[in-house]
């Protein structure tokens, strides 16, 4: 239970942010390996957000919403196109995203 998928979902549920490393290279080039992601809580997702989500019983830490369907909810992929699937369950959204002290990634809220 103490992962950093179960730490970060707990920290998004009690306090509405947290951060975490996410690691490989499917968000390239919007987000390096090892870039360090700051998440925040929302009402609302949509398409273009990138997210930490559950999609069949797996965490995924930082994939995009690609669809929204108002029965199957959002489907996820990474920058290169592979689809994880659909899912309901999305625990945050990354605000920031920083790479060996540079802010690579700034997500600008229109809610």
């Not at 390239?28 to 989500?53: H, M």
């Amino acid at each position: 239970m103490n992962n950093k998928y179960e730490r970060l979902k707990t920290e998004l549920e009690t306090v509405g942010n947290g951060k975490m490393k996410a690691f490989g290279d499917s968000m390239r080039p919007i987000l390096k390996s090892g870039s360090l992601l700051t998440f925040i809580k929302s009402e609302n997702y949509q398409i273009g957000d990138i997210v930490f989500c559950k999609v069949k019983g797996r965490y995924i830490d930082a994939h995009k919403i690609i669809k929204t369907d108002t029965n199957k909810g959002f489907l996820i992929a990474n920058n290169h196109g592979f689809e994880n699937g659909w899912t309901k369950i999305i625990y945050g959204k990354v605000i920031q995203g920083e790479f060996k002290n540079e802010v690579i990634y700034m997500k600008m809220d229109k809610d």
